[in-house]
């Protein structure tokens, strides 16, 4: 089951990351995804079975563009498609908004990840690179 996560999922989601995502150097902050989940209610989906979290991905809608962020599926849980559900409730809420296009953050190393993004339509684009500044 798919649905939207609520405030009382926070905890269990910020652990679920520890295990299912990328690890990366990203810093979890609480009040961080309680904000996200006060400011739009359906970004955060959360994918459900037996009652435990096996898969989350953020639908991020900026009013202008569509962005991924967050797809994670339980180690135990991949290869039954949970990604391409998830992925596909995330595009049908940026369809419901009138977007055209949708954009996912995928780390290059995370070449785990690749498959289940290029089997879902997606492709890395060539000409853009993303630069960041830590704050």
Do not use: C
């Not at 009013?63 to 290869?79: C, D, N, Q, T």
């Not at 995330?90 to 290059?108: T, Y």
């Amino acid at each position: 089951m798919i649905r939207s996560a609520t405030p009382s999922d926070v905890d269990s989601l910020l652990a679920f990351w520890l295990v299912a995502g990328e690890g990366t150097d990203r810093r979890d902050d609480p009040a961080k995804v309680h904000a996200l989940i006060e400011r739009d209610p359906e970004a955060l989906l959360v994918y459900e079975l037996d009652s435990a979290v096996v898969g989350t991905v953020i639908a991020g809608w900026d009013g202008w563009r569509a962005h991924l962020y967050r797809l994670a599926v339980a180690p135990e849980a991949r290869r039954k498609g949970i990604a391409r559900q998830l992925i596909a409730a995330a595009e049908e809420r940026f369809k419901a908004f009138g977007a055209f296009r949708v954009d996912a953050m995928v780390l290059h190393g995370n070449t785990d990840a690749h498959p289940a993004w290029a089997a879902t339509g997606y492709t890395p684009q060539q000409e853009w690179g993303r630069w960041i500044k830590h704050l």
